[in-house]
């Protein structure tokens, strides 16, 4: 199976075509500014020190500082860093704000180390990387199995090093702290708001719309709770210990306390068991991946049977995937839009930080609405105007954008 970089790649040099980008260009966005490994060194709780692998791919800066979140999980690798990092390129450039892109990640298990082994690793991680971030340079944020408590731990670690507080250093950080309202749920908040602009452009009803969640997390779960609240009926959910589903819809409310009295989806009252893979493939209007990379593949492309994709996580689909799913007419709202919305409220963070003001969560929303419907029609309108899909049409803008600004600088020296 394609890996994501082979994916990002291939993304690349299909919009490299069709925008015509000189070879010079296209080379230098093929790979990433700086690349950062560091060997962490943590005493567990049992004394004894384990040492753990931390990336941190500075992909583009043309645009602004590096911005990107910081993921712990055991398949971190530098390539699919890489290809989140790239990604984040092209989507900070599409949501128009003054940004590049980047990713971190540490290979660890969060879910078999305690809060203070993860606080130590934190600390550590963020010492290390320390003189390549900064408000200015790189500004990281939260990622699967990273919140806002690790982005709080950054945030302190980096403060005590420069000797006064700078919250404006991560994004996604508690409220008490500097956080903005909204920012934990913005992603699902635009991928919702995605969901409903596409239901306008593209005629798919609404109201009683059945929709399939793969993932249960920050985006999945909040996801639901938007799509229920627009009337949808959330048909299917999964998280990393398997699926249930229900045809006439999930209490999503009484399903949040269930995930988190019992850690899993799976056995909640009045639903059936049903495995990721026969999530993916079911009837449905829109099936979300909101939980990992590379789960629609040409293995199960032909299989899918979701009239809209949405792509909450980002590189769900594989390119060989993607052009299947385009012959099957299945529409693909590609996660480098749909799911801007959390670098948007993460720029909204930042900014409020930085002038030192803490906005309501109404002001909030409102920007982040105003940003996504504006990404949404720029995208839709692109994809009309050129005949390619919204995805090939994302990549047009936000490339197209980045390209631009590397002609403008010009190379120095
Ligand atoms: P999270 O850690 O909060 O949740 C991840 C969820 O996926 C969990 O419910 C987990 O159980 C589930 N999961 C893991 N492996 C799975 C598998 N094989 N099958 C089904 N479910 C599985 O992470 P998140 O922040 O919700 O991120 C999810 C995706 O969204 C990632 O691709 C991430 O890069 C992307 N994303 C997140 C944000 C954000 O603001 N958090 C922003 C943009 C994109």
């Not at 934990?184 to 452009?201: I, K, L, Q």
């Not at 249930?244 to 009295?261: A, H, M, N, T, V």
């Not at 850690?263 to 009252?269: A, H, L, N, P």
């Not at 999530?279 to 590379?294: H, I, K, Q, R, T």
Request: glycine share 10%; with cysteine.
């Amino acid at each position: 199976m394609e890996s994501s970089l082979e994916n990002a790649h291939r993304q690349l040099d299909i919009v490299a075509e069709l925008l015509g980008i000189d070879p010079g260009i296209h080379e230098i966005l093929k790979h990433a500014k700086t690349t950062h490994t560091v060997m962490v060194p943590v005493r567990m709780d049992d004394g004894k020190v384990r040492v753990f692998t931390g990336y941190r791919v500075q992909y583009n800066d043309a645009r602004g500082p590096y911005k990107g979140g910081i993921r712990y999980h055991p398949d971190v690798n530098l390539d699919e860093v890489r290809a989140l990092a790239m990604w984040m390129t092209w989507k900070c450039a599409i949501a128009d704000l003054p940004y590049g892109g980047a990713k971190g990640g540490v290979v660890c298990n969060p879910k078999e180390m305690s809060l203070a082994e993860k606080e130590r690793l934190t600390r550590r991680y963020t010492f290390m990387i320390s003189e390549f971030i900064g408000p200015h340079r790189d500004v990281p944020a939260p990622d699967v199995y990273t919140d806002s408590q690790t982005m709080a731990w950054i945030m302190d670690t980096y403060s005590v090093i420069k000797g006064y507080l700078v919250p404006e250093v991560v994004t996604g950080k508690p409220i008490s702290v500097g956080g903005s309202e909204g920012r934990e749920e913005a992603t699902s908040r635009g991928v919702a708001f995605c969901v409903r602009e596409t239901s306008r452009a593209f005629n798919v009803g609404l109201a009683d719309a059945s929709v399939a969640i793969q993932g249960f997390g920050n985006v999945g779960a909040n996801l639901a709770v938007f799509l229920q609240d627009m009337g949808c009926r959330i048909t299917a959910v999964s998280d990393s210990t398997g699926g249930i589903f229900r045809e006439k819809g999930l209490d999503i409310g009484k399903l949040l306390k269930f995930k988190r009295d019992t850690g899993s989806v799976v056995g909640f009252e009045g639903s059936e068991d049903l495995s990721n893979e026969e999530l993916l493939e079911l009837e449905c209007d829109f099936l979300a991946p909101a939980a990992m990379e590379n789960q629609i593949t040409e293995k199960n492309a032909r299989r899918i049977k979701a009239r809209v994709v949405v792509e909450g996580a980002n590189g769900p689909t594989t390119t060989e995937a993607d052009k299947i799913l385009q012959e099957q007419g299945i529409l693909v709202v590609p996660d480098i839009l749909a799911n801007s919305g959390g670098v948007v409220a993460s720029y909204l963070e930042w900014v409020q930080n930085i002038n030192r003001q803490h906005w309501s969560l109404e002001e909030v929303n409102r920007h982040l609405e105003d940003k996504m419907v504006k990404s949404f029609d720029r995208v839709h309108a692109l994809s009309k105007e050129k005949g390619v899909s919204m995805r090939e049409a994302a990549l047009m803008l936000g490339v197209g954008r980045v390209v631009e600004a590397i002609k403008t600088l010009g190379l120095f020296p």
